[in-house]
């Protein structure tokens, strides 16, 4: 059982809105999950309903009081559908865009599709929930918004041209929108996660990097969680724009 606190109505605390989400061991829902353990309602989007129900009831079993929506954030009115989810439950306090995928293919056999379908869920699905969101939180002059970044937003190693130039895109925007409204009282964050996540999509993979890179060889979906949550709960005087994650053992 999560055990969730109730030391805040609802209303004060409002809704946590988490796009991108899929399986349950994966870093959306330990995200959802986190949150939900301290009290927020969620609201869970994704693109794969199937997935997206699961969790959504592990976590509805756990005690959370969660909606999910199936939906593209790179898509306007998906977008904004997500945003309106999670103000049916509580005015909106925390946007996290945590969509898009990593396919790493030789720059020669790269085509414009991929290319582009990488730009799209990345730094559009941003752009897109930035757009849904950030009306609805400057109504009250506070929220947060954080964006999941990568060490490909800083440099782009081979056979990876089309995830380390979408993620250069959204980490370009988070550090726009953070200029332009954290004077307007919404806390924007970019975490770059700098190392392979112990999770369902990086080990359906490569099972065996379990093993070979040893205990907390793999960043921990719960102790990233942990960084969003702590990004949201700042004090204004010290906020945090960029985090970056990693194991002990990464090098960088």
């Not at 109505?9 to 986190?34: D, E, H, M």
């Not at 997935?51 to 009831?57: E, I, P, V």
């Not at 550090?175 to 999509?201: K, T, W, Y």
């Not at 969680?225 to 204004?236: G, K, S, V």
């Amino acid at each position: 059982m999560l055990g969730l606190p109730q030391l805040l109505p609802t209303a004060t605390l409002g809704s946590v809105l988490v796009s991108g989400v899929g399986a349950s061991n994966g870093l959306g829902a330990a995200i959802a999950r986190r949150f939900a353990a301290g009290g927020y309602p969620v609201v869970i989007a994704g693109r794969n309903e199937q997935k997206l129900n699961a969790t959504a009831s592990e976590l509805a079993a756990a005690g959370a009081m969660v909606k999910q929506i199936v939906g593209d954030a790179s898509i306007s009115t998906d977008a904004a559908r997500f945003v309106q989810a999670a103000e049916s439950l509580a005015p909106l306090a925390v946007a996290v865009h945590n969509a898009g995928s990593n396919r790493p293919t030789p720059f020669l056999e790269l085509s414009q599709t991929e290319f582009e379908t990488h730009w799209r869920e990345h730094v559009l699905g941003g752009f897109q929930l930035g757009q849904a969101a950030l009306p609805t939180l400057l109504k009250r002059c506070s929220g947060t918004v954080i964006f999941t970044g990568a060490s490909g937003s800083l440099r782009g190693k081979a056979r990876y041209a089309p995830f380390a130039v979408a993620k250069a895109g959204l980490r370009a925007l988070a550090q726009s929108l953070a200029r332009e409204f954290g004077p307007q009282g919404i806390h924007i964050g970019h975490v770059i996660v700098d190392g392979g996540i112990d999770g369902e999509r990086l080990l359906a993979l490569r099972p065996e990097l379990k093993m070979s890179r040893g205990e907390d060889g793999l960043l921990n979906i719960a102790a990233i969680a942990d960084a969003y949550w702590m990004l949201h709960h700042q004090h204004r005087s010290a906020w945090t724009l960029e985090l970056d994650l990693r194991p002990w053992m990464e090098p960088f």
